[in-house]
């Protein structure tokens, strides 16, 4: 189910572990993919670290299957649906070396988002805790 999540997070161009967790609770996408589970961001951000190495192999496999399954060609790419006609350049090609290192260059930034994150609003806290005063007391 993570491995799911965050290739799916990854796919959407979500790389925040805080976000991840957000959307797992609020999303219809995030939730189907996670059967209704919802891991904290520590969770989220702990298994993306202990299986980085692991992970980034994988999604290099997922996307070799995947051409060789005939669902991508290359030379098509849409990110937003909208049909652009454009001239392809040399340096747009991928080739298997290129697609393993965006795969290292994605989970690095979600590293890298983490760690900010971390430092911004503390390891223990999501970011959007109401203020002090606004909560219930009990």
Same mark, same amino acid.
């Given at each position: ?49 202990? =299986? ?43 080739? =298997? ?42």
């Amino acid at each position: 189910m993570m491995v799911a999540v965050l290739l799916y997070a990854y796919c959407q161009g979500m790389r925040s572990s805080r976000k991840i967790a957000r959307a797992l609770e609020r999303d219809v996408g995030f939730r189907v993919v996670a059967a209704d589970q919802q891991p904290d961001f520590r969770t989220i951000c702990r298994f993306r670290a202990e =299986h980085e190495a692991a992970l980034g192999r994988l999604f290099v496999q997922v996307l070799r299957l995947c051409r060789e399954a005939g669902l991508v060609k290359l030379g098509v790419v849409a990110l937003d649906g909208a049909k652009v006609a454009a001239n392809a350049a040399l340096d747009a090609n991928r080739n =298997h070396q290129a697609i393993e290192e965006e795969v290292r260059r994605m989970l690095a930034e979600a590293r890298k988002v983490d760690a900010e994150e971390n430092a911004l609003f503390g390891p223990e806290k999501r970011g959007d805790e109401l203020p002090e005063g606004l909560g219930w007391r009990v």
